[in-house]
């Protein structure tokens, strides 16, 4: 080092004889990686836990795999009609056997594009009460090789070499017979309990007999029930009537076995006879959907592929999606007619005054929601305080006024828990506004009102900006309050999610909004960042 | 702020006018809170002031209602539910909001470490992510747990829930816990670190005393988030995971009985506690970081 070039600048050095550029570059690098070493594992945490299952929740909104799974051989055939008159039997046939047949499981390639009609493998009849094992192995020879067989019997191993207590054992077995429905069929709610137990005692390397076929065909009708089910379900979202069309029919095609399938199915339900039916089956072909979404905002595909209205009956999401605006609005510039002048008063008071009346803000705000809204139950029900009192300074008893489980109710009992929301930042903001703008504007002739409007209101916008954002944003995806206090008028959209996430069990549908509820909220925090920054976000 | 001798009186009405709006904007927000108080001592069965109770006669009041939420159902004048849930709900509420809180406050203090630091490659994306339970609606939140809990079969379980609300909890410790970490003074740990200790060692010595006020009142947070959560426990909570919300939750949906209105009047006795802790912790945090308050 010391004999370098005197020519060249010489590099500054460390004590320790390394570049002080390196040496710099390389703390600053370990600093960097503690940093990331810090953070590492909270990040990890939520990605895997909160935003993996949110996105897992919002592909649901487009998921429309179920029913290829369950007609591959209808929406492989449908291209070919013309979508005006009755299909012919063709179409009939590929129905009838998407519904009742189970060839579609044992066929190795049979999704979306990948569907051959003039496979030979579709027409083979399993005959009923056996023997299964030839005709399985002629739809697919490749059910004829232990090695077929391999993985589910690998499943159903686990099950069985399970260790632990009875009852973890019987769990452990459960989720096995679970998890080889969802290796054979695309259910991973259906429990092949045969084949679990036929598994058992094969050795995994011998020809799978008839036994194994047996109990093959047996799992699979019963998973095909439930696949039919379930995608009868998905079918009425896109014309009521379906569900009930496929559950009348298939219990009467169970009789059919020879063609023409055409008279048979028209004779067996005659909803079969009608295009509309058939128009709908169109808009249902595609894996991805946007048919959610449309639902959400009461549109709907039809077979010419248009988005038109939902039928006047069906129409509800706009006006609850309106609903929840305007209870969002209301709620919010009611909370800032509130929260305005106490924020002024606890900012200009003296601290020990003003120490005390922020009390009376914070404890609500530390309060369970649960008990705010039962305390609210006691004021405004018919019954109820408010009601007392006004009866008591001469309201007419019939007179009693309905502030429960209506619109009125949600909007009260909402102003009070968000208002602390409000207040808060207002507040801060204040409390850096110095007293004596108001009284230099005053000074140089302005009235007290002017002074406020021009001197004093601009500077407090920031918080007001902060405050209206923050209120809308947790208003708009309210959910507890209204459910217990909204009554039927008082429903926002997040009841309606939770409707049909429980209840009706759309969870296409229950996504969907959901989806559309958060994109709505993360523009808002975007703008609430853009104004605020997230960094100063701070409680109590 | 007092109004100056020389106001003119319309000025004066105006003052007034303006002080009946704040005391009745502060008289609404607490008002539901102090009337349930007293109703919570009724001896009869329905939610209101009995024409007794405003006469104050001591026989209009009793204990029975606390007796009934203790799970003594002796009282023979009881015809509403009475059971032992609302000491199960507080037990599990308790279990699951020490673990989750104890559990967020660990994660949320390696966040904010992190967070914290001079040099952090995509501060502002991971300091959205921190905090984006805090913003995505619950229900939403629940829906996607739901799927996603079932699929590792913690649906129905004392983990699944202490997870969740470990998630919930988390962005409030690492707000509180960064806000500390503001005023917090480089030096001090450079100075420990040339003195010989090890991170460690100065984490717990010289850092945790410093950022402890931000620490607790973030873990406060986080306790009665996961304490006052309801949504979640509807959508993942099984029949065994009854909580003192959720207990509420059905007791309000059913009938509401004073016995809600008692555990009401406890908890908002507890929140009064808790409020004064953060206080003081604030008070004392500012003191510390040497911020005098304004």
């Not at chain 1, 945490?45 to 998921?63: V, Y």
């Not at chain 1, 030839?134 to 697919?140: F, H, L, Q």
């Not at chain 1, 009693?400 to 909402?414: D, Q």
């Not at chain 1, 208003?475 to 997040?494: M, N, Q, S």
Request: positive net charge; hydrophobic residues 50%; charged residues 15%.
């Amino acid at each position: 080092m010391t004999n370098s070039p005197p020519a060249s600048v010489q590099p500054l050095l460390t004590a320790d004889g390394i570049p002080l550029k390196t040496s710099l570059q390389r703390s600053m690098r370990r600093s960097k990686l503690r940093a990331i070493f810090l953070v590492l594992p909270p990040l990890i945490f939520l990605l895997s836990l909160f935003i993996i299952p949110i996105g897992n929740l919002l592909t649901r909104s487009t998921d429309d795999t179920l029913i290829n799974y369950q007609l591959p051989l209808t929406f492989a055939m449908i291209d070919q009609w013309d979508r005006k008159t009755l299909p012919e039997e063709n179409l009939f046939e590929a129905i009838y056997l998407d519904l009742s047949s189970l060839n579609k499981y044992l066929i190795s390639d049979n999704f979306a594009d990948s569907v051959d009609p003039n496979d030979p493998a579709w027409r083979v009849r399993i005959p009923k009460k056996g023997p299964y094992r030839d005709a399985m192995i002629e739809i697919d020879p490749r059910w004829q090789s232990a090695s077929t067989w391999l993985p589910i019997h690998e499943i159903a191993m686990i099950g069985v070499n399970a260790q632990g207590t009875e009852r973890e054992r019987k769990n452990k077995a459960r989720r096995v017979q679970f998890k080889i429905c969802a290796y054979l069929t695309p259910l991973t709610n259906a429990d092949c309990t045969k084949l679990y137990k036929v598994l058992q005692v094969w050795d995994g390397a011998s020809e799978p007999d008839e036994a194994l076929f047996e109990a093959l065909y047996k799992d699979l009708r019963s998973a095909n029930k439930f696949l039919v089910g379930k995608s009868s379900t998905r079918m009425n979202y896109g014309k009521p009537g379906f569900k009930s069309l496929i559950k009348k029919s298939s219990r009467k095609l169970k009789k059919v076995s020879e063609p023409p399938y055409r008279d048979a199915m028209i004779k067996a339900d005659k909803r079969w006879g009608d295009v509309a039916f058939w128009q709908s089956l169109v808009t249902m072909q595609e894996p991805q959907t946007t048919g959610y979404y449309l639902n959400a905002v009461d549109r709907k595909w039809n077979k010419d592929h248009e988005i038109e209205l939902q039928p006047a009956e069906r129409r509800v999401y706009v006006m609850l999606w309106w609903r929840t605006f305007l209870v969002s609005l209301i709620v919010t510039v009611g909370c800032l007619i509130l929260a305005y002048p106490v924020s002024h008063l606890l900012a200009t008071l003296p601290l020990r005054y003003s120490n005390i009346l922020m009390i009376c803000v914070l404890m609500p705000f530390w309060t369970s929601l649960l008990v705010r809204i039962v305390a609210w139950m006691v004021m405004l029900q018919q019954e109820g305080v408010i009601n007392d009192t006004l009866v008591m300074l001469g309201l007419p008893d019939e007179n009693r006024l309905p502030m429960m489980y209506n619109f009125t109710g949600t909007v009260i009992v909402m102003i009070q828990i968000l208002l602390p929301f409000m207040i808060l930042p207002i507040y801060s903001v204040m409390k850096t506004i110095p007293p004596s703008y108001m009284k230099a504007a005053q000074n140089l002739g302005a009235p007290p009102a002017l002074a406020f409007l021009r001197v004093y209101m601009p500077q407090t916008l920031p918080g007001v900006g902060a405050g209206v954002i923050l209120v809308f944003i947790v208003a708009i995806g309210y959910y507890i309050t209204p459910e217990l206090v909204g009554g039927k008028d008082g429903r926002l959209i997040g009841n309606m999610v939770a409707y049909h996430m429980q209840k009706s069990l759309n969870w296409g549908l229950a996504a969907a909004m959901g989806s559309i509820l958060l994109a709505g909220i993360l523009l808002l925090y975007w703008i609430y960042d853009k104004i605020v920054g997230i960094d100063n976000m701070k409680l109590g | 702020m007092a109004l100056p001798a020389y106001a003119t009186p319309a000025q004066r009405l105006w003052h007034y006018i303006y002080l009946t709006i704040c005391a009745l904007v502060l008289f609404f927000l607490v008002m539901p809170l102090i009337a349930v108080i007293p109703i919570s001592f009724s001896v009869s069965p329905f939610l209101q002031f009995t024409p007794e109770m405003l006469r104050l006669d001591p026989e209009a009041f009793s204990l029975r209602w606390y007796r009934m939420m203790m799970g003594d159902c002796s009282d023979p004048g009881i015809t509403t539910v009475c059971s032992d849930n609302w000491k199960t709900g507080a037990k599990n509420s308790l279990f699951i909001g020490v673990i989750a809180t104890a559990l967020a406050t660990t994660l949320g203090i390696f966040a904010a470490l992190g967070l914290s630091r001079p040099i952090m490659p995509f501060r502002k994306l991971i300091m959205a992510i921190m905090i984006s339970p805090l913003i995505v609606p619950l229900i939403i939140t629940a829906s996607g747990m739901f799927f996603f809990f079932a699929k590792l079969n913690l649906v129905s379980t004392y983990a699944g829930l202490i997870l969740a609300h470990t998630i919930l909890g988390l962005p409030f410790v690492v707000i509180t816990v960064t806000a500390t970490l503001v005023g917090f003074d480089a030096s001090l740990t450079r100075a420990a670190a040339s003195l010989g200790g090890g991170p460690v060692r100065n984490f717990f010595k010289v850092q945790m005393p410093l950022i402890l006020p931000g620490v607790i009142s973030g873990a406060l947070f986080a306790f009665i988030t996961s304490f006052d959560e309801v949504v979640i426990v509807l959508f993942i909570g099984g029949p065994d995971q009854i909580t003192l919300p959720r207990q509420m939750w059905s007791g309000i949906r059913q009938e509401i009985s004073p016995t809600i209105l008692s555990v009401a009047t406890i908890l908002v006795i507890l929140s009064i506690c808790l409020l004064t802790v953060v206080e003081l912790l604030r008070r004392r945090s500012e003191r510390l970081r040497g911020i005098r308050p304004a």
